[in-house]
């Protein structure tokens, strides 16, 4: 989950001096950033510092962040003339600022620490690039995938195959594992959920020529698990409305499980940092194939003394 950001204020002093699509664009800024966090805190991988939304923005709909916060695209797609527009060609290589910041990256860190590559699902960017931005309950995506299946199907694809690009450029540039994140998954309908989510997510997973990881983030409920289970993703981070060690039961070992405290304990206290902390990992029990991460990404508010106990908690469980 988001490592660098806001709570920071490293992160603060430098987005000062540039923008945050500067930052991103610029591979030694990103890489500055995607550092800050591993220079405080004794983490085992660092997360590119980047953007979901270099996609759409590589595909011709660019976006920036609104005043009081959330994002705004450019425009928004509505009409199958707009979804002809987006570039189906060319898509790795505007986005090569991220293989060089990858590169480089790995020339800072050696061998001694994992780099997590991430991209949007199919899914989570549609519903930016058709509601115009974020949104409340991306109304506009859900009407076009139920009353315009073949523009909603067009849109996908197109999608899905500028993200295999991205994806094959990072898993070349010796990312570690990726992460595919679906944090509107919980918007499909419950009966839409492959048709407009997991199966371009099992697309993605496919067109992998490499054999690197997915882990694939999908902030949903407890009662969705199992139609994550049935797809080709053999890892899943989940947020903290699930009880992590029940998921354990529709996702048997070798399945990873990542997560999942919640992002408000980081704006509690180190003392209740530490018990929550303990109680996640005794309730794992020691299970190798969990990883402590949190359930959605770390707020401004988030406090760092509370991002160090949890650290600390979790390095001298079971020392
Ligand atoms: O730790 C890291 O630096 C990892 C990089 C990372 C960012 N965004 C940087 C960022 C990752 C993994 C993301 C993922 C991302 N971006 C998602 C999926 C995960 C999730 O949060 O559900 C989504 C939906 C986005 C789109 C996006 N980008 C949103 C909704 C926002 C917040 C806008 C706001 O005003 O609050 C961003 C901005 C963003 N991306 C920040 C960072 C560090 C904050 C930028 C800032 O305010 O300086």
Not at 180 to 186: A, E, K, L, V
Not at 222 to 238: C, P, Y
Not at 246 to 263: C, D, E, I, M, Y
Request: proline share 6%; aromatic share 8%; with cysteine.
């Amino acid at each position: 989950m988001r490592q660098a950001g806001r709570y920071l204020p490293e992160y603060r002093a430098l987005k000062e001096k540039h923008s945050f699509i500067e930052m991103v664009k610029t591979p030694e800024l990103a890489v500055e950033v995607t550092l800050q966090p591993l220079k405080r805190f004794k983490l085992d991988a660092a997360i590119v510092f980047s953007d979901i939304l270099v996609i759409p923005e590589a595909m011709g709909q660019p976006y920036h962040f609104r005043e009081q916060g959330g994002i705004q695209m450019e425009f928004a797609i509505g009409s199958e003339s707009c979804v002809e527009k987006l570039a189906e060609q060319g898509v790795p290589s505007r986005l090569s600022y991220v293989a060089a910041a990858l590169n480089l990256l790995r020339s800072e860190l050696g061998d001694s620490k994992g780099i997590l590559g991430f991209c949007g699902s199919p899914w989570t960017l549609a519903c930016y690039m058709i509601d115009g931005g974020s949104s409340d309950g991306f109304p506009k995506t859900l009407k076009m995938a139920s009353e315009q299946p073949l523009v909603f199907g067009r849109l996908m694809e197109k999608i899905t195959q500028a993200l295999a690009g991205y994806l094959d450029l990072q898993a070349k540039a010796g990312i570690d594992a990726l992460q595919i994140f679906d944090s509107w998954h919980s918007l499909c309908p419950i009966d839409k959920t492959y048709e407009w989510s997991l199966r371009w997510i099992d697309q993605l997973v496919q067109s992998l020529t490499t054999n690197t990881p997915i882990i694939l983030y999908a902030k949903t409920t407890e009662d969705r698990l199992s139609f994550l289970s049935q797809s080709k993703v053999r890892g899943f981070s989940l947020d903290h409305t699930v009880e992590l060690r029940k998921a354990r039961q529709t996702f048997p070992s070798p399945f990873v499980l990542q997560g999942n405290l919640p992002p408000s304990l980081m704006e509690s206290s180190p003392l209740l940092v530490e018990k929550e902390t303990k109680n996640l990992l005794d309730s794992m029990d020691g299970d190798p194939g969990h990883i402590l991460n949190l359930g959605h990404g770390i707020r401004p508010q988030g406090k760092i003394e509370c991002v160090q106990a949890m650290v600390e908690t979790t390095r001298a469980f079971g020392n």
